[in-house]
């Protein structure tokens, strides 16, 4: 009989013991849509309790942990329990595996928890709210837009406290929303519609996936307390909203490819304009580049140009668009700066794209523009000559080409008086020499000083930047301090230019 009641004392026992150090597993809400939180929870008690570390639940990583700890007496006994949270995103539906717990030593296994992940189910008349997409048309061509429009509709009696709208997120698409909501009512809903524009960027067939609303209401809660604690006042402080999801229809497009690799849809016009057409030589020329059209003009692309022995500095373009009377388009403005020491021309430019119209590809083309350069380097013509006799021949200058008349001499001279009008020519030719160099060397020093002192009276880092522009090869201090004021002008740098250093470059040089 004794041997009878220790077997059930021990069987209690261990039963109390199983109680006390029991190990619970939930999984919240078992049934979700692809990309919602779910939060797997392990409860145990226990006074030492080990959770697992877990990374990730299939191939969905912990995005957060949390954990809540409560004691119990009772009769006098104490207990913990402790529950830790693991939160991750949905992607399918899976087998959340069996975990290892360990509560006062001992090991004890969770029980597997299954997770559904189905399709959202798009709202529908009827329905207090109901969201929907559509589109304009759903075939279009690469850079041609989308006019897409998604609606909130909700009824007249229905309430809402706050609503959250997804967005449309689409890869090979470039997004646009419009600022403009258009309200309306539609039978017993009132609508509210927000639009955007979507740019094809690569042709193919694609499914616009549905887009979520979260309704949130509020849920107040009483304190408990009564009296004044239950006033809206205070129980206002303790109101949690409640969320309600509801889903959009999804929709498909067909993009198909512009030909010969085109990007760009529309219809535009190009016009390149100059601010001089004569300029004195190493002083800049600016160019200024517009294209204007009806399209995807954010897709113009930046101009290069490539002229021999001139040195060209391009800003980065601008471009100003907006939609206009159901159309998008705007201005591509783009400014280069030339630079040159002889005359030049600047090269036709063109624009290919597809025309909406004509459904057709369409080339538009600037003139060549050509740009006298004052004072500039002789060209690579062969000079004139004078002929003094079979074999000897007088190089002409170029400038002074047009006061001399060729003309032949054929005058016997005595062999002495050759060697002396020989000798006199040869010094005259050093003299004059000597003489050229001295006043060159007086020219440029009156230039250098003349640039020393425009460098001092540059009243901002413009004028410095074109000051010093055609010089940006000389010197590498003074390319770094065009480098710097580029970054003032243009992007808003704050960079401090030290004129005294230029000054003395330009001394050296």
Known sequence: MKQTLGKIFLILLFLSCISFAGVKVSINPPVVYKGDMVQLTITADGDDIEFPQIAQVGNSPIVGTSSSQTVNIINGNMSKTISKTYTFRATKSLKVPSFVVKVDGKEFKTKEQSLKVVKPTASHRGQPFVLEMSLDKNISYVG????????????????????????????????????????????????????????????????????????????????????????????????????????????????????????????????????????????PVNLTITVQGKGNIDDVKKFDLDIANVIVYADEPKIDAREQNGEYGGVFTQKIALIADQNFTIPSLSLEYFDKKSKSVKTVKTEPIDIEVIGGGVGAKSQPSIEVSPTQKIEVPKVIQSNVQTKVVTKTEDSYLKYIFLGIGFLLGIGSMLLVNMLKKAKEAKKETDMVRAIRKAKDDQALFNLLLPYSKKDKRISKALNLLEENIYKGGKNKIDKEELMEVFEEI
């Open 144 to 283: 041609e837009p989308l006019n897409l429009t998604l609606s909130f509709k909700s009824k007249l009696n229905a309430h809402a406290d706050k609503i959250q709208l997804g967005e449309p997120k689409l890869e090979d698409f470039w997004v646009k929303k419009s600022d403009e909501v258009t309200k309306s009512t539609e039978g017993e809903y009132i609508v509210q519609s927000l639009h955007y524009k979507l740019f094809p960027q690569k042709a193919g067939e694609y499914t616009i996936p549905a887009i979520e609303a979260l309704i949130g209401k509020v849920q107040h809660q009483r304190s408990g307390l009564g009296g004044i604690f239950d006033d809206p006042f205070f129980s206002s402080i303790t109101e949690q909203l409640n969320w309600q999801k509801i889903y959009s229809n999804s929709l498909k497009v067909k993009v198909n490819p512009l030909p010969n690799g085109l990007e760009l849809y529309g219809d535009y016009t190009i016009k390149a304009t100059v601010d001089k057409r004569k300029v004195h030589a190493n002083k």
